[in-house]
């Protein structure tokens, strides 16, 4: 049975973010995503029991997120919290020279990257019903309106499904198989090229995961076995600008304005 979901608390984000210890997990989390607690407590020297505690106040502050794998709890760090928290602050003509300087910097941490992170795992809260999110992730016509694709699938195990532009040439950019539906739940499915040939290490796997709560949707989107480093950066930026689409045109009628980036898609 799924719990009652809670949209971040701002001061819950700022609680956890002035204890130093927590701010290292966090750093651990950033340098390498999806990590078990035994992997955490290794690296930074840390008893179990007060890993865990430190984690729980991230995971209940939602900047951390945990994703269940068998056995194993793998921790992943969420942005949307703080993002969210900047969005409060940074104007719309600051956020330009901003991105400028994240690029500069994204640039020179590339090159100490020695590994590709293998998954990305985004939470974000929809002020919506879990069908209206289902339908959302499902219907054509929607996903033309905020993805600036349409999705187009009868969403059964097994079945194609394809990421179509918008355009009027009705062409698919991508698309892959769907793996598990389980209205309005859990929807899994694979995402590569339109042409449906596996690139090596076979196509990546997006699962969307619907929570209700008290009139909103944890919606957590996981894409993993990226194909590499630069997968990773787009999706990064593909994700959030997607599902604040999503977010935005379910609880105001209308997607956001047209912003300086480009709404990319995740592929």
């Not at 029991?49 to 760090?77: C, I, K, M, N, P």
Request: glycine share 8%; aromatic share 6%; hydrophobic share 40%.
């Amino acid at each position: 049975m799924i719990g009652h979901v809670d949209a971040p608390d701002v001061d819950a984000v700022f609680k956890a973010l002035a204890d130093r210890t927590r701010r290292l997990l966090l750093d651990r989390l950033r340098e390498q995503d999806g990590q078990t607690l035994g992997e955490l407590c290794a690296r930074l020297g840390m008893a179990r029991q007060s890993a865990t505690q430190h984690l729980d106040v991230l995971v209940s502050a939602g900047l951390v997120t945990v994703v269940r794998r068998g056995r194993e709890r793998l921790h992943f760090l969420n942005p949307a919290a703080i993002s969210e928290i900047g969005e409060r602050w940074i104007s719309t003509f600051d956020r330009p020279r901003l991105q400028a300087l994240a690029a500069i910097r994204d640039a020179a941490e590339e090159l100490a990257v020695s590994e590709p992170v293998p998954t990305y795992v985004y939470v974000t809260y929809v002020r919506a019903t879990p069908g209206q999110v289902w339908q959302a992730l499902t219907d054509a016509d929607l996903t033309a309106r905020y993805w600036g694709h349409a999705n187009v699938s009868d969403w059964q195990p097994g079945s194609r499904w394809e990421h179509r532009r918008t355009d009027g040439s009705g062409e698919a950019d991508a698309g892959g198989r769907v793996l598990e539906t389980d209205p309005p739940r859990r929807l899994v499915m694979t995402f590569g090229d339109a042409g449906g040939e596996e690139p090596p290490g076979g196509d990546s796997v997006v699962t969307f995961d619907l929570e209700p709560g008290a009139g909103i949707v944890r919606l957590t989107v996981t894409h993993e076995n990226l194909a590499d480093g630069q997968a990773l950066r787009e999706i990064s930026h593909g994700w959030p600008a997607v599902l604040a689409n999503l977010k935005s045109l379910l609880e105001t009628g209308d997607v956001l304005p047209e912003a300086p980036w480009e709404m990319a898609a995740p592929a």
